[in-house]
Nanobody, 123 residues
Framework: QVQLEESGGGLVQAGGSLRLSCAAS????????MGWYRQAPVKQRELVAT???????NYADSVKGRFTISRDNAKNTVYLQMNSLNPEDTAVYYC?????????????????WGQGTQVTVSS
């Protein structure tokens, strides 16, 4: 079993910064892609940023130049540094990880999600 635990959300004024963290724990063999998604009220969940184990990153156009994703492979942790926040960034932010586990003499990959952390940006 694998768990993802997020932290770092909160309330911030427009123009401010927040840093989200997400630590994966459990029976992990390796983690391939880690990422952040967000869901605002009455909107669908959308990609914010992803990062591969090797450090290749991908960002949504709306956050390019403002958000930075990084990871610590030794700690199975992914971070999201969010700068120049604006009210449109208000959402629940979810951590995601594509995790490889080894069980009963077999490897398997599964998608895991955190419970989400609220980010609210006031104008």
């Amino acid at each position: 079993q694998v768990q993802l635990e997020e932290s770092g959300g909160g309330l911030v004024q427009a123009g401010g910064s927040l840093r989200l963290s997400c630590a994966a724990s459990g029976s992990i063999f390796s983690i391939n892609v880690m990422g952040w998604y967000r869901q605002a009220p009455v909107k669908q969940r959308e990609l914010v940023a992803t990062i591969t184990r090797g450090g290749s990153t991908n960002y949504a156009d709306s956050v390019k130049g403002r958000f930075t994703i990084s990871r610590d492979n030794a700690k199975n942790t992914v971070y999201l540094q969010m700068n120049s926040l604006n009210p449109e960034d208000t959402a629940v932010y979810y951590c995601n990880a594509l995790v490889e586990t080894y069980y009963n003499s077999a490897y398997r990959q599964d998608d895991y999600w955190g419970q989400g952390t609220q980010v609210t940006v006031s104008s």
